[in-house]
């Protein structure tokens, strides 16, 4: 049974860091892209950083240069460091893995396996 399971997230004010973690379980993906995703109440869910491939990483232009994402595959875990937040940035944070062959992929439709997600609350 895969499992993907957030922490990290909470209440911090602008221009304040979290460092969310995704830790999976039941399967190792050291060779699957994986991602973070937002959602904020009444909008859809959104795409906010993935790596693949030993180390490549993409972001969301809201999110480039303020966000890193990493992964340590001996955990096989994925984390999100959050600098410099803004209150834009409040949202249920998911992690995600994606099916093969979907390396790069923004798409949520491209991601089959998702955490329960964690929530994140920057205040002004």
């Known amino acids: 049974q895969v499992q993907l399971v957030e922490s990290g997230g909470g209440l911090v004010q602008a221009g304040g860091s979290l460092r969310l973690s995704c830790a999976a379980s039941?399967?190792?993906?050291?060779?699957?892209?994986m991602g973070w995703f937002h959602q904020a109440p009444g909008k859809e869910r959104d795409f906010v950083a993935i790596t693949w491939n030993g180390g490549r990483t993409y972001y969301a232009d809201s999110v480039k240069g303020r966000f890193t994402i990493s992964r340590d595959n001996a955990k096989n875990t994925v984390y999100l460091q959050m600098n410099s937040l803004k209150p834009e940035d409040t949202a249920v944070y998911y992690c995600?893995?994606?099916?093969?062959?979907?390396?790069?992929?923004?798409?949520?439709?491209?991601?089959?396996?998702w955490g329960q997600g964690t929530q994140v609350t920057v205040s002004s």
């Open positions: 039941g399967r190792t993906f050291s060779s699957y892209a």
């Open positions: 995600a893995v994606a099916r093969y062959g979907r390396s790069g992929s923004t798409r949520t439709d491209d991601y089959n396996y």
